[in-house]
């Protein structure tokens, strides 16, 4: 059975290798951008999260669910383990901030407010007088600068410009969607643990209830959380992951679709058919089909 069915780099273009748990690194989108002609195809990272800072030209992302078409200034945030690719547009300026998962989740930690922030793909459109983007680039520039040399103080700034990225990328975020409740505290460090059990096991078919002893809470107070933070129920948050898996499978590799339906624990190939055509429209073939014609 295939298991990998995309490309999995270091940095882009790079062979994988083990991340150090501080890993942090930040290079200019003309980097890697201009040598592959501005086109990034499609890849993903293990342990490795990635903030875009874009301020001019613009493309078309395309991350798990999140494709669209994005104009600048924006950034664009792609937590570890998602596969995406860009087309940037001829000579589009921006920088690129990589972070382990490990350092990401410790100054997470930190702030709760934030914990949601790479529980999937973002898109976040501002603008340059935007006060909090200003915020987000002077500290993308300073962490450059923090990360280019070794000073007195240099692990202390290194954390606190990282923890104003964050902060800065959180105001965007409830700014970007006005209608959103901002989500705070424990319920979102919650579902941020629920979400990597989730990742470790999702076609286990497991009992909601142990999910919930796993996380020494009751179910309903699982299920609480995951609705203020998500407005999706545990097991919606298990389905979503779920058809995020099978269209993976679908798009990037060779399995068959009943085999895709057996991969992702299903007893009956009808059943994940109907599973998959009643969550997109689409028969899991018919999803292949068109996918492979766009």
Same mark, same amino acid.
């Given at each position: 059975?295939?298991?990998?069915?995309?490309? %999995?780099?270091?940095?882009?273009?790079?062979?994988?290798?083990?991340?150090?748990?501080?890993?942090?690194?930040?290079?200019?989108?003309?980097?890697?951008?201009?040598?592959?002609?501005?086109?990034? +195809?499609?890849?993903?990272? $293990?342990?490795?999260?990635?903030?875009?800072?874009?301020?001019?030209?613009? !493309?078309?992302?395309?991350?798990?669910?999140?494709?669209?078409?994005?104009?600048?200034?924006?950034?664009?945030?792609?937590?570890? !383990?998602?596969?995406?690719?860009?087309?940037?547009?001829?000579?589009?300026?921006?920088?690129?901030? $990589?972070?382990?998962?490990?350092?990401?989740?410790? @100054?997470?930690?930190?702030?709760?407010?934030?914990?949601?922030?790479?529980?999937?793909?973002?898109?976040?459109?501002?603008?340059?007088? %935007?006060?909090?983007?200003?915020?987000?680039?002077?500290?993308?520039?300073?962490?450059?600068?923090?990360?280019?040399?070794?000073?007195?103080?240099?692990?202390?700034?290194?954390?606190?410009?990282?923890?104003?990225?964050?902060?800065?990328?959180?105001?965007?975020?409830? !700014?970007?969607?006005?209608?959103?409740?901002?989500?705070?505290?424990?319920?979102?460090?919650?579902?941020?643990?629920?979400?990597?059990?989730?990742?470790?096991?999702?076609? %286990?078919?497991?009992?909601m209830e142990n999910y919930a002893q796993t996380l020494?809470? %009751?179910?309903? +107070?699982?299920?609480?959380?995951?609705?203020?933070?998500?407005?999706?129920?545990?097991?919606?948050?298990?389905?979503?992951?779920?058809?995020?898996?099978?269209?993976?499978?679908?798009?990037?590799?060779?399995?068959?679709?009943?085999?895709?339906? &057996? &991969?992702? !624990?299903?007893?009956?190939?009808? &059943?994940?058919?109907?599973?998959?055509?009643?969550?997109?429209?689409?028969?899991? +073939?018919?999803?292949? @089909? +068109?996918?492979?014609?766009?």
């Amino acid at each position: 059975m295939q298991k990998h069915i995309v490309p %999995s780099f270091f940095l882009y273009g790079e062979p994988p290798r083990e991340v150090e748990e501080h890993f942090l690194h930040i290079e200019a989108l003309d980097d890697r951008s201009r040598p592959n002609n501005w086109n990034i +195809r499609p890849h993903a990272h $293990t342990n490795l999260n990635h903030v875009f800072l874009l301020t001019t030209g613009g !493309g078309d992302v395309h991350a798990e669910s999140l494709t669209q078409r994005f104009r600048t200034p924006c950034a664009i945030l792609v937590p570890a !383990g998602n596969i995406h690719a860009f087309v940037f547009d001829n000579n589009t300026v921006g920088s690129v901030l $990589t972070v382990s998962e490990t350092f990401l989740r410790e @100054q997470l930690l930190r702030t709760a407010e934030c914990q949601t922030l790479f529980a999937e793909p973002r898109l976040l459109h501002f603008t340059h007088k %935007s006060r909090d983007a200003e915020l987000l680039r002077s500290s993308m520039e300073r962490l450059t600068s923090e990360l280019a040399w070794q000073a007195p103080g240099h692990a202390a700034a290194v954390e606190s410009q990282f923890l104003a990225i964050l902060v800065a990328l959180l105001r965007l975020d409830v !700014g970007d969607h006005s209608d959103r409740r901002v989500r705070r505290g424990h319920q979102a460090e919650l579902v941020a643990r629920f979400r990597q059990l989730l990742e470790a096991d999702f076609h %286990s078919n497991k009992p909601m209830e142990n999910y919930a002893q796993t996380l020494k809470v %009751s179910a309903t +107070r699982l299920r609480t959380a995951c609705v203020a933070v998500t407005d999706r129920s545990p097991l919606q948050l298990v389905q979503d992951r779920l058809l995020l898996e099978a269209k993976r499978l679908l798009l990037y590799s060779n399995m068959a679709v009943a085999e895709v339906g &057996y &991969y992702l !624990g299903f007893d009956d190939p009808a &059943y994940f058919t109907r599973f998959f055509t009643r969550a997109t429209g689409l028969s899991p +073939r018919g999803f292949r @089909q +068109r996918k492979a014609v766009n």
